[in-house]
């Protein structure tokens, strides 16, 4: 089942989607400026 | 294929681990932001509170946490535009409100007024408007001190008794007690006046002036002319007064003249029986008036001469005549013959004439002067260019004419 080509494709389309929620989630933290607070607390 | 599936597994579990940091960290945030949505709606609450205080409106009620939280997104814009125009609102009461106090400063004449921003910004109204209320306070202070000064000034020059309190708000009828009395004084300095012009005017002083700059010199035109009109009246006085004790003096004497006339018309009563006794004895009619007596030397008397050539010398151009200074005429007083010296002198002249002088035939012959007078006869001269003289020509005198 992990060699079928379906699973690849979920796999990537489930790549596809986490990589988009991660990217808005970027946008809105660099909205907010949470990169600098989080950086600048460690 | 199972290689890609792996390395994609293990991308997605990192892009999850990552997911889910970012998660933590955006839902830490987003707590923050209803907080602050929540503190804002308070603070917007509270603002509207203080706006709505002893302002009328009910601003706050509309504007209340609940209303303006995060979860009446929809109605935000409609309620906080409110909010805004109820702020605008109070801010344009304020610069109203700022301008009439910096008018009523210009209004009471304040010095050192502070301007229009002065009395608008936070920092500065306060100043401005205790300042503002200071003026006005000196205003009325001057406004009734002045008012006292003029009531106590209307009582001691004017006798006028004046309401301090009436003034002070202005009472119409309280000035008016003042106008009244200062139109009777007004009304009196201009009868004075009239009265002095009149004055003056009987004196013969015309064109007094009695504006302010030439006031005391009319009134002293006008006194200087009856003084003069009192000097004349008391020199007339004791010109009347001699006048009068020259009356009586003369009245005095009028009356002893009158009684010398009196005794003179007994005297001339008693002179006139005189002379009538004396026409009688003279034989005049006593109707008549007695002629006057020649004087001696008198025309009447020359007038009565008549002579006659004694000798005429035509040698020595001289002829003689037979008057002279004992040659006497007689005037007829009534029965009486009066015997009047004629005085015949040298200088008399003599007209030489020729016929009757009782009749109408007698011509003139010569003129002469006598040079040389003897007792009984003189001399004369004969003028040139004469006709000749004979002895016996008549001589008499002629009056000139």
């Known amino acids: ?42 | 294929m199972k290689v890609v599936n792996v390395v994609l597994s293990i991308l997605i579990l990192l892009l999850a681990i990552t997911s889910a940091v970012f998660s933590y960290f955006l839902f830490a945030k987003r707590g923050q932001m209803v907080d602050g949505w929540s503190k804002m709606a308070t603070a917007i609450n509270q603002t509207a509170t203080e706006l709505d205080r002893n302002s009328g409106t009910k601003l706050a009620a509309e504007l209340t946490p609940a209303a303006l939280g995060h979860d009446q997104y929809d109605a935000l814009d409609g309620k906080l535009a409110k909010l805004t125009a109820q702020t605008k609102q109070l801010v344009i009461e304020r610069d109203a409100l700022a301008d009439a106090l910096r008018r009523i400063g210009s209004t009471v004449e304040m010095k050192n007024l502070g301007s229009e921003a002065a009395f608008r910004s936070l920092d500065t109204y306060s100043t401005n408007k205790d300042d503002v209320i200071n003026g006005v306070r000196d205003a009325i202070n001057r406004r009734n001190s002045s008012l006292r000064n003029l009531v106590e000034l209307a009582r001691q020059n004017l006798k006028v008794s004046l309401d301090e309190k009436a003034l002070q708000s202005g009472d119409r009828a309280a000035m008016e007690k003042l106008s009244g009395a200062l139109q009777a004084i007004a009304k009196r300095r201009d009868n004075y006046e009239s009265g002095l012009r009149n004055i003056a005017g009987q004196t013969g002083t015309t064109g007094l002036d009695f504006a302010e700059d030439k006031y005391s010199a009319s009134t002293g035109k006008a006194v200087s002319s009856v003084k003069a009109l009192k000097d004349r009246y008391n020199d007339t006085n004791s010109k009347l007064t001699k006048a009068q004790n020259d009356i009586k003096n003369l009245e005095s004497t009028i009356a002893n003249r009158n009684n010398e006339i009196s005794n003179l018309k007994k005297t001339v009563a008693g002179r006139d029986n005189q002379l009538n006794e004396l026409k009688r004895a003279l034989n005049i009619d006593t109707t008549q008036n007695l002629p006057t007596p020649w004087k001696p030397g008198s025309e009447e008397a020359r007038r009565a001469l008549l002579g006659k050539v004694l000798e005429v010398n035509t040698h020595y151009g001289y002829i003689c005549i037979d008057l002279g200074k004992d040659t006497m005429v007689y005037q007829q007083i009534g029965n009486k013959t009066e015997k009047v010296d004629p005085k015949v002198a040298p200088g008399l002249e003599l007209v030489v004439a020729r016929g009757n002088l009782d009749g109408e035939q007698s011509d003139f012959v010569a003129r002469v002067k006598l040079e040389k007078v003897d007792n009984s006869s003189s001399i004369a001269n004969i003028p040139p260019e004469s006709l000749p003289i004979q002895v016996g020509d008549i001589v008499y005198y002629e009056a000139a004419k």
């Open chain 1, 1 to 42: 089942m992990f060699n079928s080509r379906f699973f690849t494709v979920m796999i990537f389309l489930t790549f596809v989607v986490v990589v988009a929620a991660v990217v808005f989630q970027a946008i809105e933290m660099q909205e907010y400026n949470l990169f600098q607070t989080m950086f600048g607390s460690k």
